[in-house]
């Protein structure tokens, strides 16, 4: 039975490119709590500290692999409540970003019901790792945000 499903679509994509206007790395520019942010790779990366001024060094960043980079830091702390929140300021940056660009909502909501998964092959926690087994966060964080984007449409 197993050998016998039609496989589903799937829609993929992989965090870390920036020609996909879905990847949080890609330049789309957004205001978020008083500051324009270059992606969403640096608001992210940026909210795991609570240190103001390395927070705007992060925002500053010339590339979003380069936030990327001082968000792994060890030389300062990250917040104590970062794993716990990590993924709602990703969908927060993400929703504001669909909501700042008409094509990343198309896009998004063109994709109906697909399934999205993130291809990150290291990635067992944002993406789908190497097998396919990982959780995925980036690709569902999507798939929430296409559903209140499609709510939205629906009570307009």
């Known amino acids: 039975m197993l050998f016998n499903e ?11 490119d920036p020609s996909n206007p879905l990847a949080s790395y890609a330049k789309r520019g957004f205001e978020l ?7 969403v790779e640096h608001y992210y990366q940026a909210m795991k500290f609570d240190d103001a001024e390395y927070r ?5 960043a010339a590339h979003p ?15 104590k409540d970062w794993k716990k929140n990590s993924v709602t300021y990703m969908t ?3 929703y504001i970003k669909a909501r700042s660009h008409t094509d990343v909502a198309q896009m998004l ?6 399934e999205i998964k993130d291809l990150s092959q290291y990635d067992y926690f944002w993406g789908s790792g190497r097998d396919m087994r990982g959780d995925n966060a980036f690709g569902k964080m999507l798939m929430a945000v296409r559903r ?7 009570n307009q």
Do not use: M, V
Not at 56 to 60: D, G, M, N, T
Not at 109 to 114: A, C, E, P, V
């Open 6 to 16: 039609k496989e589903k679509p799937l829609f993929t994509l992989t965090r870390d």
């Open 33 to 39: 709590d008083g500051y324009e942010w270059p992606s």
């Open 56 to 60: 705007e060094q992060i925002r500053l």
């Open 65 to 79: 692999a380069d936030a990327a980079k001082l968000g792994k830091s060890r030389r300062h702390q990250k917040r």
């Open 92 to 94: 927060r940056a993400t």
């Open 109 to 114: 909501l063109d994709s109906g019901d697909t």
């Open 148 to 154: 209140k984007l499609r709510e939205e449409l629906n």
